[in-house]
């Protein structure tokens, strides 16, 4: 199993940023993905959720009306659009999959 995110960037606030997830080793159209994000001196937070198949969406308060999770299952990659970026948006962001599988985080600096 491997996830590599992509799309670091460092964005004003009210910014836009689009993160990717390359998948491999597994059958992604049947994952669960997940994106979890960890605030500089803060616990991990999850961020989003894609059930299988893209069949249901979830996210968390602090994101919910300006990101969209999706995924492409020809591709192999999961997204996650982040519109009206806020200060409180920094961190690294992870994606990850059931059974404890994460990428190496890619990092999202608003300021």
């Known amino acids: 199993v491997q996830l590599v995110e992509s799309g670091e960037g460092l964005v004003q606030p009210g910014g836009s940023l689009r993160l990717s997830c390359a998948a491999s080793?597994?059958?992604?159209?049947?994952?669960?993905m997940s994106w979890i994000r960890q605030a500089p001196g803060k616990e991990l937070e999850w961020v989003s959720l894609m059930a299988r198949g893209g069949t249901g969406t979830y996210y968390s308060d602090s994101v919910k009306g300006r990101s969209t999770i999706s995924r492409d299952n020809v591709q192999n990659t999961l997204y996650l659009q982040m519109n009206s970026l806020k200060t409180e948006d920094t961190g690294v962001y992870y994606c990850?999959?059931?059974?404890?599988?994460w990428g190496q985080g890619t990092q999202v600096t608003v300021s």
């Open positions: 990850a999959r059931t059974q404890g599988y």
């Open positions: 080793g597994f059958t992604f159209s049947t994952a669960v």
